[in-house]
């Protein structure tokens, strides 16, 4: 079957629900068993609000054929997957890899929480590819990878990574939410255990927050445990958004995909631009290995701006009246944030010509949003870009 059918009719059991074609939100805690013998052997199919409900499961077997995994845990957030899936794997006095271009958060969970729990971090280079066999030790349990870079867009070469990982006893762990697993099907890749912020695309409207753990069959049992060991349980009513968003995400992501790449070609153009990372153009240093393995690109992507001044970008910003600043993305709306990682990198340096921004693209028209932000530009002029 194909993706788009899968979508549609992944997790969904309408006559389990009396016709209605969606699995409604079950809430509760308390799951009542018939008798004594029952309770004691636990063999229901539900058996305490923690572990599960129709409305969870329904996302997590849907998620599973979507990403083409064994089994998936839903979590609170996205941050929260991050961290159930690398605790699953680590244990202390064990090694963990990461690359340079992980987003933030999770370098900060590394740095406190994993630090002081014995768990050792090396940042390593985006862009290294097999060479990640020289920085693997007896100890590294987990090379975490994600692809684009949060932020900067660097690509990395996943396939590639996994094997070395392997051979050498590593699992591979993904943040994989840029492209979701309908433009990078992870465990196809060689990825172990694969992580979706469901707060961006699969919401798509900015109204939930949602992770997912994805794992291959060797992962599983372990994630599984991991999670049932925190209760890190999703809330009802995102699960039901969640599988909400399911049903037109390819949809969205295909539109997002299009608003996407004519906004960064149409900013590649702008005098004021000194370059656009976005791995699918052609002029992105990613460019080959985006169109070897992804089979799309989504509506996130960044801009290096000639040298101006912070308050010249400032100007620019404060009088969008369609992009809106604030964090996150995958919304229907356009977002913007000015960012620099130069305080926070330390396997490589992070110093571009001029002040980053990053677009989350959403779905206004696109003539709209480039008029807003040549307005932008115009004011970004005035102020005194150099
Ligand atoms: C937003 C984001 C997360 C975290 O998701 P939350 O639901 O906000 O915790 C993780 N990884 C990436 C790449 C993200 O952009």
């Not at 060479?131 to 949060?150: K, N």
């Not at 305080?343 to 490589?348: F, G, I, M, N, V």
Request: charged share 20%.
């Amino acid at each position: 079957m194909g993706k788009r059918t899968r979508l549609v009719h992944a997790g969904r059991h309408p006559f389990e629900n009396f016709g209605f074609v969606n699995t409604p939100i079950y809430r509760g805690s308390t799951v009542l068993s018939p008798d004594m013998e029952s309770l004691y052997a636990r063999k229901a199919r539900f058996i305490y609000g923690t572990k599960g409900t129709p409305t969870t499961e329904a996302l997590e077997n849907a998620w599973s054929e979507i990403a083409g995994a064994a089994g998936t845990v839903l979590t609170p957030s996205g941050l929260s997957a991050i961290t159930v899936a690398i605790l699953s794997v680590v244990k202390s006095g064990d090694h963990i890899l990461v690359t340079d271009s992980v987003y933030r958060p999770t370098r900060n969970f590394c740095d406190t929480v994993l630090a002081r729990l014995g768990v050792e971090t090396t940042y390593y280079d985006p862009l290294v590819g097999a060479s990640i066999a020289e920085l693997i030790r007896p100890q590294t349990r987990v090379v975490f990878v994600e692809a684009p870079g949060s932020q900067s867009f660097e690509m990395q070469d996943v396939p590639a990574i996994s094997e070395v990982a392997h051979a050498r006893g590593a699992c591979v762990i993904m943040d994989n939410t840029w492209a979701t697993p309908l433009f990078f099907p992870p465990h196809e890749r060689g990825v172990d255990l694969a992580i979706e912020a469901g707060t961006k695309y699969l919401s798509g409207h900015s109204d939930l927050l949602l992770g997912m753990v994805s794992a291959n069959a060797d992962h599983w049992q372990r994630l599984r445990d991991t999670f049932d060991a925190f209760a890190m349980c999703a809330g009802a009513e995102d699960v039901f958004l969640g599988l909400r968003g399911l049903r037109t995400m390819e949809l969205r992501l295909r539109e997002a995909e299009r608003q996407g790449l004519a906004l960064a070609t149409w900013l590649a153009t702008r005098p004021e631009v000194s370059r656009v990372l976005h791995p699918a153009l052609a002029s992105d240093p990613g460019h080959a290995i985006w169109q070897r393995d992804f089979l799309g690109s989504s509506g996130l992507f960044s801009v290096i701006l000639k040298a101006a001044s912070r308050a010249a970008v400032g100007a620019m910003l404060d009088g969008l009246e369609l992009f809106g600043l604030g964090y996150s993305w995958g919304g229907y709306e356009s977002l913007v944030i000015p960012f620099d990682c130069r305080t926070y990198r330390s396997a490589t340096r992070w110093d571009p010509e001029g002040p980053a921004l990053r677009f989350s693209v959403g779905l206004e028209d696109i003539e709209d949003l480039k008029a807003d932000l040549d307005r932008g530009f115009a004011r970004l002029r005035a102020a005194g870009a150099s």
